[in-house]
């Protein structure tokens, strides 16, 4: 399974961004998929998350401000970012969870993306 992420870049703060992944390869199904986060100096966080059935889980610091989003016919995923602070400048990675492909485990794998770079400046 390949991850290809785009949609970062230099934002103002109160600005907007949104990011998307694609997933390509055999894949017969994704459980989870998901966007972290790593600032320099710190660790990789989970900024939100998204099931097959639409349930979504946030990181407190961005509730209210991130929508995540997922069309699964596609396999893609999308992270809309409103309300960007300084604090939110990382490289921003998408992640699937438990995905299956043809001939592959049925339990599946986790598989990531590269990262892309968010900038926001003050």
């Known amino acids: 399974v390949q991850l290809q992420a785009s949609g970062g870049g230099l934002v103002q703060a109160g600005g907007s961004l949104r990011l998307s992944c694609a997933a390509s390869?055999?894949?017969?199904?994704?459980?989870?998929m998901g966007w972290y986060r790593q600032a320099p100096g710190k660790q990789r966080e989970l900024v939100a998350s998204i099931t097959t059935g639409g349930s979504t889980n946030y990181a407190d610091s961005v509730k209210g401000r991130f929508t995540i989003s997922r069309d699964n016919a596609k396999n893609t995923v999308y992270l809309q970012m409103n309300s960007l602070k300084p604090e939110d400048t990382a490289v921003y990675y998408c992640?699937?969870?438990?995905?299956?492909?043809?001939?592959?485990?049925?339990?599946?794998?986790?598989?990531w993306g590269k990262g892309t770079l968010v900038t926001v400046s003050s």
């Open positions: 992640a699937v969870h438990r995905a299956r492909i043809m001939g592959g485990d049925l339990y599946g794998m986790d598989y």
């Open positions: 390869g055999s894949i017969v199904s994704i459980n989870v």
